[in-house]
């Protein structure tokens, strides 16, 4: 089971860090990524941290503002979102796959597990 929180009301250009929480399993050697889906829009890609967690994949539009990582010990990832956009404001969801390649990380449909989304409001 996956559980984001973190979510809130901010201003555009402040910061918010989400967390995913796994229960009942490890995310040692499982790939985490985090989606989000806006008002009247399709949910897309936001950034995903590999297997391995040596490696982190971003989409442009968060390129250079968000971090993902992991702590391992604590059972959880983080996406650290600076920066905030209006454009930012969505549902953010996580996801946890075993087994996902590489080169389908940006890909909704391959991920097994989600989690419940959690809310990020930007305002301007």
């Known amino acids: 089971q996956l559980q984001a929180s973190g979510g809130g009301v901010v201003q555009a250009g402040e910061s918010l860090k989400l967390s995913c929480a796994a229960y009942?399993?490890?995310?040692?050697?499982?790939?985490v990524g985090w989606f989000r889906q806006a008002p009247g829009k399709e949910r897309e890609f936001v950034a995903a941290?590999?297997?391995?967690?040596?490696?982190?994949v971003y989409s442009n539009s968060v390129k250079g503002r968000f971090t993902i990582s992991r702590d391992n010990t604590k059972n959880t990832v983080y996406l650290q979102m600076n920066s905030l956009k209006a454009e930012d404001t969505a549902v953010y969801y996580c996801?946890?796959?075993?087994?996902?390649?590489?080169?389908?990380?940006?890909?909704?449909?391959?991920?097994?597990?989600w989690g419940q989304g959690t809310l990020v409001t930007v305002s301007s």
């Open positions: 996801a946890a796959d075993g087994t996902i390649t590489s080169s389908s990380l940006s890909t909704e449909s391959a991920w097994d597990y």
């Open positions: 009942g399993r490890t995310l040692r050697g499982v790939a």
């Open positions: 941290s590999t297997r391995t967690g040596g490696g982190a």
